[in-house]
Every structure is written in C-alpha cells, then in structure tokens.
C-alpha cells in the first residue's frame, strides 16, 4: 500500500472525509491528520503536522483542504523540502507535479465537488515530476535565504537610497 497523509480544517471536513475513502479504495494508506468535524477550527492547527511530517521525510506526500486551499498552503510551504500546490483543475495539478515535484496538495473544499476533487487528486497521483532544467528550478526553491541575491528591482532601489 502506497502511504499518503490527509488533514483539513473545518471547511474541508466533508469533502477529505469522501476523498480519504476514495483514496482507501484506490489501495492507499491513508493516515488522517484531522479535524474530525465541521466545528470552526484553525487551519494552521492541521498544517502544521502533515507539512512537518512531508518535510521530515516520514511521508512522501500530502494531501489539505480548507476553504479555499490557500491557507493550508501558506503553512505547509513555511516547511524545507515542502512544495505545496493550490489546485483546482487537473492541468493545474500536472503542472504542480511535471514541473515543480509538488509533494502536498492543497484543495479548496468549498469549490470542488467531490467528482472534481477526484479528477484532481488523480492527476496529481498518476503524474511524475519531469526533472531536468525544473530540478535546477526545485533546487533554487531549497536554498537559504542569506544565499539569494535582491531581484534586479530590488537592486536598483538600493543603489537610489544610497545617493
């Protein structure tokens, strides 16, 4: 069986319920990070545990939902080596996977029937990371912030403050 984590918050309670049985059926290993109903929660609160998990290396990869994915995703790519996608198409969700190796993916429950979702989540299964020039791309994404140089805007602007 193939492990994948899953977590949302209230507002994806129902539709993670439907996807985690999905996923069962598909022959997944599906450890559920919470919430365990539609009472008002914090996103974060669930976030935090399924991004650390990715970033760790305990888990390959995750699934999140809230209400509009952008929550879950703001959280879990704080995490090295996390690269969570919003998707809500299945070409957006190919191209987090070709392009970036996106490892959890965000879902925004509140606008995705459960026959969407599906769609989406398998794309973002069945597609492999394309490597090549995209692998210098990823790896730019892991350096540290001391190590990246000012934009060329960025750049300019210092350069006037100091006339």
Request: glycine content about 8%.
């Amino acid at each position: 069986m193939l492990p994948i984590l899953i977590a949302s918050d209230h507002a994806g309670f129902e539709l993670k319920k439907k996807l985690e049985t999905w996923l069962r059926e598909m022959g997944y290993e599906v450890t559920d990070l919470g919430t365990e109903s539609e009472q008002s929660t914090d996103y974060a609160d669930y976030a935090h545990p399924l991004a650390q998990r990715v970033s760790d290396g305990v888990a390959s990869r995750g699934v999140l939902l809230c209400g509009t994915g952008l929550g879950m995703s703001y959280v879990a790519n704080r995490y090295p080596r996390v690269r969570a996608a919003v998707a809500w198409s299945p070409e957006i969700a190919e191209l987090s996977r070709r392009h970036n190796d996106a490892n959890v993916l965000a879902l925004p429950g509140r606008f995705l029937s459960e026959d969407q979702a599906r769609q989406i989540l398998q794309t973002w299964l069945d597609t492999p990371f394309e490597g090549g020039r995209h692998e210098r791309r990823i790896e730019k994404i892991e350096r540290e912030e001391t190590s990246v140089s000012p934009r060329p805007n960025e750049r300019g602007a210092e350069q006037r403050e100091m006339r």
